[in-house]
């Protein structure tokens, strides 16, 4: 898992003047951010997500709960308690 972690981070690094490499919990902080109910909120948010990013360095577990919540996170649901846990928002 660490070999994969270093690879992808290696892949990031070359590629980062091409294209934006995002770690899963950024990713998953701006997917949340799109569920704002209006642009000023998903500007603050957005910007919010990237202090937080530069504050915080999640770790690799971190990183592999955040990838498992992408997908499972929907906007629609979040107001359940379902939508919370699928968010990571709610244990």
């Known amino acids: ?5 270093l690879t992808a981070a290696v892949l990031c690094a070359s590629l980062s003047g091409l294209t934006a490499c995002k770690s899963s919990c ?12 209006n642009s000023v909120e ?3 948010c957005q910007q919010r997500a990237a202090d937080e990013e530069g504050r915080v360095e999640p770790t690799a577990e971190d990183e592999v ?3 498992a919540k ?3 996170c929907d ?9 919370k846990k699928a968010c990571g928002l709610a244990r």
């Open 1 to 5: 898992m660490r070999r994969f972690l």
């Open 26 to 37: 950024r990713e998953l902080s701006e997917k949340l951010c799109e569920c704002a109910l």
């Open 42 to 44: 998903k500007q603050a």
């Open 65 to 67: 709960a955040c990838e």
């Open 70 to 72: 992408l997908e499972s």
């Open 75 to 83: 906007c629609r649901a979040i107001e359940t308690e379902e939508g």
